[in-house]
């Protein structure tokens, strides 16, 4: 008989914009692949400001989600397979993904305890410290599950009667296992965040832009306001662009305002919605921008930047720097950018990116050896040395006992 594994998320497993939620359904995915037979309960809350509900998206992967009204029941549910995992979803509208457990909790209770009556899960694989989840968690354990808690934040600091329940506690960086090890004794397994190779990896690659994903002020908003103007004026051959998420096209102008400039006058400087799959941002990345002010746990985009052949230039605050894997290039910000910062940097603070990012587009042989570099640290997070660690993870929980 298989051992069996359920994924219970408080949000939708392919939702673009959380890269917690897309490392957890690819954590269960490589559980499928080394044998765990895998269902899923989740709901379709995301942390993008959708105005859709999640069918059309979901529709727009290519997937074919089936709407049912629940039993008894006002509610309905979405249910599809995706990489050979059954899917069943609560409709909650557009709801984000920390809105929903006042008005569906209590329907999704009874989704997640008819799984663990019929499917009697080996594992329980989730996350979310809200008092659901917490209830949640422990009626699985009172079911005899084993817990895999994915830790991908640093919000968990006053968590440590929760977390110190918990079978296994999987952090995507050493960086991060350091930080709960030191704060609150808290013994986790870092894995680095799995990369699905169809999701994640362009079929195709046209390398144009300077690119940076989710312009949010906690991504480095202010930062990358400054920066693209000093490209937009001194560099306009060099083609920069933003992904939207949570970060939108507004937020970047008016970061632009904020400092006295007006981003729009640059033809160089583009903005482009989200996208299905992350592999459509890599298809004409060149260079990737991750200038986050925040300690980063992880950074899941500068591990698809390096699968993808992309040169990322990062931050040098939180988990960035392991993530680059000696690859790309680690640079400062002002040590006065904070969350509270309001208004773009100095010309000055920007330089040094400007400069790697020139190199980088007109020296060829300094972009064709950061390649390079960047061809060698894809190894160590391609989808075949993560799979088996996380069925190695896995498959040590239930035969050895909590880690």
């Known amino acids: 008989m298989k051992p069996r594994l359920l994924l219970a998320l408080p949000q939708l497993p392919q939702d673009p914009s959380s890269g917690a939620a897309r490392s957890a359904r690819t954590a269960a995915e490589f559980a499928r692949q080394s044998g765990f037979d895998v269902r899923s309960i989740a709901t379709t809350a995301t942390e993008r400001g959708q105005k859709t509900g999640a069918a059309p998206y979901l529709k727009s992967m290519g997937l074919d989600p089936r709407s049912s009204r629940v039993p008894g029941s006002i509610f309905r549910t979405l249910d599809y397979t995706h990489n050979g995992i059954h899917y069943s979803v609560l409709d909650t509208g557009t709801l984000q993904a920390h809105n929903w457990q006042k008005t569906h909790g209590r329907q999704f209770d009874k989704m997640f305890d008819y799984e663990l009556q019929t499917f009697e899960p080996h594992i329980v694989l989730t996350y979310g410290g809200l008092p659901g989840d917490v209830a949640r968690i422990r009626r699985a354990r009172m079911k005899h599950c084993r817990i895999a808690?994915?830790?991908?934040?640093?919000?968990y600091f006053s968590s440590g009667?929760?977390?110190?329940?918990?079978?296994?506690v999987i952090t995507p960086s050493e960086f991060l296992a350091k930080?709960?090890?030191?704060?609150?004794?808290?013994?986790?397994?870092?894995?680095p965040d799995p990369i699905d190779p169809e999701d994640v990896i362009a079929p195709e690659r046209d390398p144009?832009?300077?690119?940076?994903?989710?312009?949010?002020?906690?991504?480095?908003?202010?930062?990358?306001?400054?920066?693209?103007e000093e490209l937009g004026k001194r560099e306009p051959k060099i083609a920069v662009l933003a992904i939207e998420s949570r970060g939108t096209a507004g937020m970047v102008v008016g970061a632009g305002a904020a400092g006295g400039f007006d981003l729009r006058r640059h033809a160089s400087i583009m903005i482009a919605g989200s996208v299905p799959k992350p592999r459509d941002i890599y298809t004409n990345t060149r260079v990737l921008?991750?200038?986050?002010?925040?300690?980063?746990?992880?950074?899941?985009?500068?591990s698809e930047a390096l699968v993808n052949g992309v040169v990322p230039i990062v931050s040098d605050r939180g988990g960035l720097a392991e993530m680059c894997r000696g690859a790309g290039f680690v640079l400062p910000l002002p040590a006065d950018l904070t969350l509270a910062t309001r208004k773009p940097p100095t010309a000055e603070a920007v330089e040094p990116w400007v400069e790697v990012i020139r190199k980088?587009?007109?020296?060829?042989?300094?972009?064709?050896g950061a390649v390079a570099k960047v061809r060698d640290a894809a190894i160590e997070c391609s989808a075949e040395n993560m799979a088996k660690k996380y069925a190695e993870f896995f498959e040590k929980l239930i035969t050895v006992g909590p880690q």
Do not use: Q, W
Request: proline share 6%; glycine share 6%.
């Open 208 to 228: 144009i832009f300077v690119t940076m994903v989710n312009p949010s002020i906690e991504k480095g908003l202010f930062f990358f306001a400054r920066l693209a």
């Open 149 to 155: 808690f994915c830790l991908y934040n640093l919000g």
């Open 289 to 302: 921008l991750a200038p986050s002010v925040i300690e980063e746990a992880s950074g899941r985009v500068v």
């Open 179 to 191: 930080k709960y090890r030191d704060a609150i004794g808290l013994n986790s397994t870092p894995l």
């Open 360 to 368: 980088l587009a007109f020296d060829p042989e300094f972009y064709a």
């Open 161 to 168: 009667h929760l977390l110190g329940e918990l079978d296994a």
